[in-house]
């Protein structure tokens, strides 16, 4: 079965700083990759996303993630945070033909020092 | 574009009672509909799956007498919790994703308390 793993359960950067979030999937093909992200209370948000060619995906927000094939990886990236990327990440992983079902992270929770 | 509303927001009822959650796509079909269940500092769990016009597909372990969805219409889904119980308090959230589209797009959530 697939899974997703997010390495980092809280992360703590001071704004200004730069970010990386981890995210490591376990699957035989590539799969499709998403990076959403919420914000207490709330629904998820889509940052960005990954279903083929370039390997640097760029998202909104700044946002940006890698796609490592040989890593089985797909971390996130911002050069600098700003305090109100404060807020919960969770990478999560789609089939092919599998009816768009996702299987996600258990998330990292981002606080920024200000 | 891409946006999903969810109704209500959150919602506090009595034990035995039954409590509806609407989830509407506002500017796209959804062909596809999924409800989660969030606990407080956890993942997100897929309770089920809903094809319009067709019965939902529910997750190993999800009640489906219990956890009724209906998607009726392209731009409707509803979760209703029936005789609901304390332990059905949690945070639902549906996503979308339009015709042959592999993208989720998520609601706010609802905050469910049974009393």
């Known amino acids: 079965a697939q899974s997703v793993t997010q390495p980092d359960i809280h992360i703590t950067v001071s704004e200004g700083a730069s970010l990386e979030l981890r995210c490591n999937y376990s699957y035989g093909a590539t799969p499709y990759l998403f990076w959403y992200v919420q914000s207490p209370g709330q629904g998820l948000q889509l940052l960005l996303k990954y279903f083929s060619g370039d390997t640097l995906v760029q998202g909104i927000k700044g946002f940006e993630a890698e796609f490592k094939r040989s890593q089985s990886s797909f971390n996130l990236r911002k050069p600098s945070v700003h305090w109100s990327d404060a807020a919960e990440y969770f990478c999560a992983v789609g089939l092919t033909g599998g009816g768009n079902k996702l299987t996600f992270g258990t998330g990292t929770q981002l606080k920024v020092e200000l | 574009g891409a946006v999903v509303s969810q109704h209500p927001s959150w919602v506090i009822c009595k034990s035995g009672t039954s409590v509806k959650i609407e989830c509407r796509s506002l500017d796209f079909q959804a062909t596809t509909m999924f409800w989660y269940r969030q606990f407080p500092k956890q993942s997100l769990m897929l309770m089920a799956t809903?094809?319009?016009?067709?019965?939902?597909?529910?997750e190993q372990g999800v009640e489906k007498d219990k956890f009724l969805i209906n998607h009726a219409s392209l731009t409707l889904s509803t979760l209703t919790v029936t005789s609901a119980h304390p332990e059905d308090s949690s945070f639902y959230i549906c996503?979308?994703?339009?015709?042959?589209?592999?993208?989720?797009?998520f609601g706010p959530g609802t905050r469910l308390l049974v009393l």
């Open positions: 996503s979308a994703t339009g015709e042959g589209g592999e993208t989720q797009y």
């Open positions: 809903s094809n319009e016009g067709s019965k939902a597909t529910y």
